[in-house]
């Protein structure tokens, strides 16, 4: 039994491709730190998750 895969934190619903420089992860991943250093870009990140979410 493998560890579960990580999902990217930026694409709701997909997992993590590793797609940044020496990312194994979200917890590693630059473009994630970036985002969420950024008031504005979490403010937009998180309405994303919200029209993610399923209804009800
Ligand atoms: S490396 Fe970062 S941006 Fe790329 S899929 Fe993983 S969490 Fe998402």
Redesign the pocket.
């Known amino acids: 039994m493998g560890a579960p895969e990580?999902q990217?934190?930026?694409?709701p619903g997909?997992w993590?491709?590793?797609?940044?420089p020496g990312?194994h992860?979200?917890e590693d991943?630059q473009?994630?730190a970036l985002v969420l250093s950024d008031p504005d870009l979490k403010a937009r990140l998180d309405e994303i998750w919200r029209e993610h979410a399923p209804a009800g």
Do not use: H, I, N, W
Request: charged share 20%.
């Open positions: 990580p990217c934190l930026l694409r997909d993590c491709r590793m797609c940044q990312a992860g979200p991943c473009l994630v």
